[in-house]
């Protein structure tokens, strides 16, 4: 009679299968969850750049309730300044319960009354999204 199912060795090497796919797949995930969690931050300040113009050009110094925001979100510790006289200032996200890569760097959106809005980060490189600078961690 003969038997039927896996062997040992067979069973080992679909193991060993799983094994060297998660090693090369969780590097990669990781990645892609910085990326993500760091968009989802730049996104949550952008969208307060309309609320800021609004506050500034009516001649108050923008803080964070005016413009319409929260002081934190599930991304960000959100933080603003303005001057009304120079036109200048910026809204930053310190980066909140993300994956290691970008937690606790910021991303800041800075204001000048001549030249608009420009981005830039301490993130690596390799997380930012299109539109925003890394100057380095």
Not at 21 to 43: D, E, R, S, V, W
Not at 65 to 94: F, M, P
């Amino acid at each position: 009679m003969r038997q039927k199912g896996f062997t040992l060795i067979e069973l080992l090497i679909v193991v060993a299968i799983i094994g060297i796919l998660a090693t090369i797949g969780l590097p990669m995930y990781t990645k892609h969850q910085a990326k993500a969690k760091f968009t989802a931050g730049l996104a949550e300040i952008s969208a307060l750049k309309a609320g800021y113009e609004d506050v500034i050009n009516q001649g108050t110094v923008p803080t964070v309730s005016l413009i319409g925001g929260n002081s934190q979100t599930a991304n960000c510790k959100i933080d603003v300044t303005g001057d009304v006289a120079s036109g200048a200032g910026y809204i930053s996200c310190e980066i909140l319960d993300a994956p290691a890569p970008v937690l606790g760097k910021t991303i800041t959106l800075t204001r000048s009354a001549t030249s608009g809005w420009t981005c830039a980060t301490t993130a690596d490189p390799q997380y930012v999204a299109k539109g925003c600078s890394a100057n380095g961690a």
